[in-house]
Nanobody, 120 residues
Framework: QVQLVESGGGLVQAGGSLRLSCAASGRTFIMGWFRQAPGKERLFVTAINLNGDTYYADSVKGRFTISRDNAKNTVYLQINSLKPEDTAVYYC?????????????????WGQGTQVTVSS
């Protein structure tokens, strides 16, 4: 079983930046970030494999960057040019397969989430 701990969320003004971190208790292969706004479903943001290949949701391309440090078992999410609509709880997760990369069912370990709030 893998444990995930996210950090780095906070309150930031529109146009600002944040760097989220997700530390895993063990080695992982494909890691993903999802976000969930109040009253909305949890949506895919981005994913990265062990080789550093990345995939992004169209809505965040150009502003979000996922990266990882395999030696530290840590995945990062750099968010630039933050917008109020980016306000959500951000979750990292370990992919288990069997479903599409963007489907929450394809991930079997989840962190507790970190809140990102963007003020206008």
């Amino acid at each position: 079983q893998v444990q995930l701990v996210e950090s780095g969320g906070g309150l930031v003004q529109a146009g600002g930046s944040l760097r989220l971190s997700c530390a895993a208790s063990g080695r992982t292969f494909i890691m993903g970030w999802f976000r969930q706004a109040p009253g909305k479903e949890r949506l895919f943001v981005t994913a990265i494999n062990l080789n550093g290949d990345t995939y992004y949701a169209d809505s965040v391309k150009g502003r979000f960057t996922i990266s990882r440090d395999n030696a530290k078992n840590t995945v990062y999410l750099q968010i630039n040019s933050l917008k109020p609509e980016d306000t959500a709880v951000y979750y990292c997760a370990v992919r288990s397969g069997n479903y599409a990369l963007t489907n929450t069912r394809g991930y079997d370990y989840w962190g507790q989430g970190t809140q990102v709030t963007v003020s206008s």
